[in-house]
């Protein structure tokens, strides 16, 4: 398995002289970007958990198909335009369907309740994985790999803070103002984050360790199905995927459980959105703790591996507790039951330190692989393995398998992310980029 790894280790993880107008634009941008969809995704976690886990292939189907017909628009996008267009483009849009959705929303006759929240859930999937996956290639398109390992881990700080706001709003605004207007300050965030792109791109032109690279922030050419293509023949690239279909093992089934959970406790869409936040904050709260005092010490010093094995094997830990608790609906800790605590502590290491390592992988490779195979794996990739573990899901109820039974199963997918890790950490430096494999 191909997966690159410096394990050369970088002195400090401090922010250098030169590097603080930048790092605070990348700190308010991605704080904007992760508060407007954390303010938006309690709403659609109480529409998933209404119809309960055995509807999600749906909903995960139509996202699937409407990522995989996105993508090879965002390729053509970066393939055609520069950076400084393709950016600000890709959030406008966001932009303009926030704002439509805000008479949707305020009048419930113009769409069926159904079909609406159909609609918002499937848009919102896409939204998250878009917004943050564009954010994420912005930055490793204008820092430099030692930059990544120094300065990754501070940037996604702001992203878990905006994770925190986001929640803390909509649990304080909900009962008060409703959906609509939640809608409109997410699109203000957007508009915000636009803003610090801008300034950012100004900055690498002037300033970033890669002005010097020859089209640095030009169209990168090509064609627009080249992230499709890159993960069947770059081994770098379908390592990247494998490794994601394996978070997808732990966090959708995480996510399934929680979400059945969620559906038989609470009655009402208030007391379910309410419950989404809650447990948003909590996973969020981990995250930007480990952030702290774990992620940006230990990722300059040892490298992406060995962060991905301790996410995956505290998530086998946490998955334990669900797989031999006699209730895992029963209260465990700070009153949530065992499923909720499995969710809460693998989604606070998934973001907390497997993501600052994974997108710092991604400084290693060219521009074309960095806009087109990176947003790939983060878009079609994902989505792909939430809609093939959600039918699997509802093929193994069908059998008899529990709540347990699936624990075990997202177990073995931490089990083999972990060795993945493992076998990162001890291999050394190897060629950044591999070359495709021959026919």
């Known amino acids: 398995m191909n997966l690159p790894d410096a394990t050369a280790p970088v002195p400090t993880s401090r922010v250098r002289a030169g590097e603080w107008h930048a790092v605070l634009l990348s700190f308010v941008y991605f704080f904007c970007v992760l508060t407007a969809y954390y303010v938006m995704r309690p709403v659609r976690e109480q529409l998933s958990a209404a119809v309960g886990s055995?509807?999600?292939?749906?909903?995960?189907?139509?996202?699937?198909?409407?990522?995989?017909?996105?993508?090879?628009?965002?390729?053509?996008?970066?393939?055609r335009?520069?950076?400084?267009?393709?950016?600000?483009?890709?959030?406008?849009?966001?932009?303009?369907?926030?704002?439509?959705?805000?008479?949707?929303?305020?009048?419930?006759?113009?769409?069926?309740?159904?079909?609406?929240?159909?609609?918002?859930?499937?848009?919102?999937?896409?939204?998250?994985?878009?917004?943050?996956?564009?954010?994420w290639?912005?930055?490793?398109?204008?820092?430099?790999?030692?930059?990544?390992?120094?300065?990754?881990?501070?940037?996604?700080?702001?992203?878990?803070?905006?994770?925190?706001?986001?929640?803390?709003?909509?649990?304080?605004?909900?009962?008060?103002?409703?959906?609509?207007?939640?809608?409109?300050?997410?699109?203000?965030?957007?508009?915000?984050?636009?803003?610090?792109?801008?300034?950012?791109?100004?900055?690498a032109r002037a300033h970033g360790a890669r002005r010097h690279e020859r089209h640095h922030e030009a169209a990168v050419g090509g064609g627009m199905l080249d992230g499709l293509r890159q993960i069947f023949t770059h081994p770098f690239m379908r390592s990247m995927a494998l490794l994601l279909l394996l978070a997808d093992g732990i966090g959708t089934v995480n996510y399934a459980l929680v979400a059945d959970y969620s559906g038989a406790t609470f009655t009402n869409a208030v007391d379910r959105t309410r419950f989404a936040a809650e447990t948003d904050l909590a996973a969020n709260v981990l995250t930007v703790l480990l952030q702290l005092f774990v992620t940006r010490w230990l990722l300059?010093?040892?490298?992406?591996?060995?962060?991905?094995?301790?996410?995956?094997?505290?998530?086998?830990?946490?998955?334990?507790?669900?797989?031999?608790?006699?209730?895992?609906?029963?209260?465990?800790?700070?009153?949530?039951?065992?499923?909720?605590?499995?969710?809460?502590?693998?989604?606070?290491?998934?973001?907390?330190?497997?993501?600052?390592?994974?997108?710092?992988?991604?400084?290693?490779?060219?521009?074309?692989?960095?806009?087109?195979?990176?947003?790939?794996?983060?878009?079609?990739?994902?989505?792909?393995?939430?809609?093939?573990i959600a039918l699997g899901m509802n093929a193994l109820r069908a059998v008899g398998v529990a709540t347990a039974g699936f624990a075990a199963i997202s177990a073995t997918a931490a089990l083999m992310a972990a060795m993945i890790g493992v076998r990162m950490s001890r291999q050394g430096q190897v060629a950044a980029h591999p070359a495709p494999a021959k026919p």
């Open 54 to 79: 055995t509807q999600l292939p749906w909903f995960y189907a139509a996202t699937f198909v409407a990522t995989l017909a996105l993508a090879p628009v965002f390729g053509a996008l970066v393939a």
């Open 81 to 135: 335009y520069p950076r400084r267009v393709v950016v600000p483009a890709v959030y406008g849009f966001f932009v303009a369907c926030l704002v439509g959705f805000i008479p949707l929303f305020t009048h419930q006759g113009l769409l069926s309740p159904r079909a609406l929240g159909m609609v918002f859930f499937v848009w919102v999937s896409v939204f998250n994985l878009f917004v943050v996956s564009v954010f």
């Open 137 to 203: 290639t912005f930055m490793s398109d204008i820092w430099s790999e030692e930059q990544s390992r120094r300065l990754f881990p501070v940037i996604a700080i702001a992203g878990t803070l905006g994770a925190i706001t986001g929640p803390l709003l909509t649990r304080a605004l909900v009962d008060v103002i409703g959906v609509a207007p939640l809608l409109g300050v997410s699109a203000t965030l957007l508009c915000v984050a636009v803003g610090c792109a801008m300034l950012l791109g100004r900055w």
């Open 300 to 388: 300059p010093r040892r490298g992406p591996g060995v962060l991905i094995a301790v996410w995956a094997s505290v998530s086998l830990v946490a998955l334990s507790l669900v797989i031999f608790s006699a209730d895992p609906h029963a209260p465990l800790v700070a009153g949530f039951p065992a499923v909720v605590v499995a969710l809460v502590v693998s989604r606070g290491l998934a973001y907390g330190m497997a993501e600052p390592a994974r997108h710092s992988l991604f400084t290693r490779v060219p521009r074309n692989e960095r806009y087109k195979g990176q947003n790939a794996v983060d878009t079609a990739v994902w989505r792909f393995g939430d809609l093939g």
